[in-house]
């Protein structure tokens, strides 16, 4: 089973601020996928594909990474950016869900 | 468009079997996987398993002696079994729909979710 760990577990960042969630997977997967999950909603896909926006996501996240190093980046920090982020690899059976990175406001 | 609703009993005890229906609209079975996946206060998001658009199964070995997943496609639904619930079962459990998309570099994702049915194992 690939074990995908990510950090930080939390972090707040201030409006405006650039921000990295890393998801490191214990082998190589081929793509990554991100998604949002706000308090008492489901998941809702965010990032497909390591780098393809969802619809309706805003142009200042990004996805990026390869191997067993995948990252989302929010470029200027806002507040309806305050969710849990997980990372899912679909690559090999198991398919796997991060922990997660609750990502709140400062 | 396309709408996924969970439907399950909200409490069910320790020992007994899960059924849960995915009741969907907007897209044909018979052309997507539909997974179940579930989020515990214990071990976070686990995906559960698959029905192919054909009809056959994957299972996460973690659920595999205990899971059955089906569906009847004449009436636009998936299912889920599990039986010999434990109170370590509690949680969410959401039913979703993956696409593959088959270019170069082909992936998986999962890209609309039901709203989910919280269920809870306890006498």
């Known amino acids: 089973e690939i074990v995908l760990t990510q950090s930080p577990t939390t972090m707040a960042a201030s409006p405006g601020e650039k921000v990295t969630l890393n998801c490191l997977a214990s082998?190589?997967?081929?793509?990554m996928n991100w998604y949002q999950q706000k308090s008492g909603a489901s998941p809702k896909l965010w990032i497909y594909g390591t780098s393809n926006l969802a619809s309706g996501v805003p142009n200042r996240f990004s996805g990026s990474g390869s191997g067993t190093s995948y990252s989302l980046t929010i470029s200027s920090m806002e507040a309806e950016d305050v969710a849990t982020y997980y990372c899912?690899?679909?690559?090999?059976?198991?398919?796997?869900f991060g922990g997660g990175t609750k990502l709140e406001l400062k | 468009q396309v709408q996924l609703k969970e439907t399950g009993p909200g409490l069910v005890q320790p020992t007994q079997t899960l059924s849960i229906t995915c009741t969907v609209s907007g897209f044909s079975l018979t052309s997507y996987y539909m997974q179940w996946v579930r989020q515990t206060p214990g071990k976070g998001l686990e995906w559960m398993g698959f029905i192919r658009s054909g009809g056959s199964t994957e299972y996460n070995s973690e659920f595999k002696s205990r899971l059955s997943i089906s569906r009847d496609t004449s009436k636009n639904q998936v299912f889920l079994k599990m039986n010999s619930l434990k109170t370590e079962d509690t949680g969410v459990y959401y039913c979703?729909?993956?696409?593959?998309?088959?270019?170069?570099?082909?992936?998986?994702?999962?890209?609309?979710w039901g709203p989910g049915t919280m269920v809870t194992v306890s006498s």
């Open positions: 899912l690899q679909l690559s090999s059976y198991p398919w796997t």
């Open positions: 082998s190589s997967v081929s793509y």
């Open positions: 979703a729909r993956a696409v593959r998309y088959y270019g170069y570099n082909p992936y998986w994702y999962f890209d609309f």
